[in-house]
């Protein structure tokens, strides 16, 4: 008879032995003889047999305790090894934002994550990431598409609901969502404020020859921030650019520019919860103070520290702001309060599509449950 065999058999044999000794036990208390033989003695005898039943009835669901147990780590982990990979299909890519697929663990330290973007090959994706921007006409194929029980589809986008396309009929189409709101199931920031690491250099203000500045790209009469930059450059002067004001400005030239500024226009094309973008973190790291329209500033002080900006609400007009600008221009001790913050942290900017991909990894790894986004549209837009 093998070892294997020799367990199977076992098994029932301590049972029965279990079971006698109980019986045993019950015996010998209801006639009440000398029982100081017994391993437990000076114990009421109650408690004798209870813990010796106790053991036969442990004994007795060892197997299927087992069974259990394993089927557990098997649903916790998604099955065979808790470090499994985890394949990432990649939809459609962002206009302009394509990134090394092998750059999770060395940028992010996230491990495990192989992306791919051949949609034949579906079936082995654990989740399918889709930037919702870039959906357009094709809702009626993905509704179409047969999937994985298992698999998840990831609702993905960094635009307000403002310039966000609904999907109509798309409601329990997605399972997660990734998004730069609180509320999201991955939350994924435009930037943060970090602390400061040992190989960070002090910080210095930069050198400034003007006092306004603003970038802008989309520009609409219909906009908020349109209406009041027209009202504000009537009091102040603001050396603006971008297409609009036919001077375009590249990457190199955004950093340069914006350092030079004492004061950036950090004006959001639309406001919404928790929208608070580049324009806002980028000034912060450049060593500009950020002037911010967008959600109230209760809002902003979520993310960034209170000393460290200027929002357009504090004021009863543009007149006003652009009084107060002109006072701190002139006041270089009340300028330099609001770079206190950078004794402590840094101000970083996020490259959004990436950390997206990488998060969605990150997060089945550790959430292998059923879930589903049964209403976007009510979430989203409200």
């Known amino acids: 008879m093998t070892s294997k065999a ?13 079971l006698l000794i109980c019986f045993t036990m019950i015996f010998f208390v209801y006639n009440n003889p000398t029982m100081n033989w017994l391993p437990c003695a000076g114990k009421p005898q109650f408690n004798v047999c209870t813990e010796t039943c106790l053991s036969a009835q442990i004994i007795t669901n060892c197997s299927e305790n087992k069974q259990e147990m394993t089927r557990s780590v098997k649903i916790a982990g998604g099955g065979n090894d808790h470090a499994s990979e985890i394949t990432i299909l990649i939809w459609y890519w962002p206009p302009r934002r394509q990134f090394n697929l092998d750059s999770c663990e060395p940028v992010y330290g996230i491990k495990g994550c192989h992306f791919i973007v051949d949609r034949a ?35 993905t986008n960094m635009e307000s609901p403002t310039n966000t396309p609904q999907l109509k009929g798309a409601e329990v ?15 994924i920031p435009y930037g943060r404020i970090v602390e400061i690491s040992e190989t ?9 020859d003007k006092l306004v500045c603003w970038i802008v790209s989309h520009w609409n009469i219909k906009l908020k921030r349109v209406q009041y930059f027209n009202e504000l450059s009537k009091h102040i002067k603001v050396d603006a650019y971008g297409r609009h004001f036919e001077q375009r400005i590249d990457n190199e030239d955004y950093n340069k520019v914006v350092s ?31 002037v911010v329209l967008g959600p109230p500033r209760e809002n902003y002080e979520e993310f960034i520290p209170r000393d460290s900006f200027i929002h357009v609400d504090d004021f009863q007009s543009p ?40 998060k969605v990894c990150e997060h089945i790894q550790n959430h292998r449950g059923f879930k589903i986004v049964k209403n976007i549209t009510k979430w989203y837009w409200g």
């Open 173 to 187: 189409l997605f399972n997660l969502t990734s998004n730069y709101r609180t509320d999201a199931d991955i939350w």
């Open 260 to 290: 030079s500024c004492k004061f950036y226009l950090s004006f959001e094309n639309s406001i919404h919860k928790d929208y608070i973008t580049e324009k806002v973190f980028n000034p912060m790291r450049l060593g500009t103070v950020p």
């Open 121 to 155: 090959q579906i079936d082995k994706a654990h989740a399918i990431v889709f930037y919702i921007q870039e959906i357009k006409g094709d809702l009626q194929n993905l509704l179409n598409i047969s999937r994985p029980p298992r698999q998840k589809w990831v609702w």
């Open 319 to 358: 007149r006003e702001l652009a009084e107060h600008l002109k006072a701190l221009d002139q006041n270089q001790e009340m300028y330099e309060r609001f770079f206190s913050w950078r004794k402590d942290y840094v101000s970083t900017h996020n490259e959004v599509s990436r950390l997206h991909a990488c």
């Open 6 to 18: 020799s367990s199977r058999h076992f098994c029932p044999l301590v049972i029965a032995g279990g």
């Open 200 to 208: 960070d250099e002090p910080f210095q203000i930069p050198l400034k």
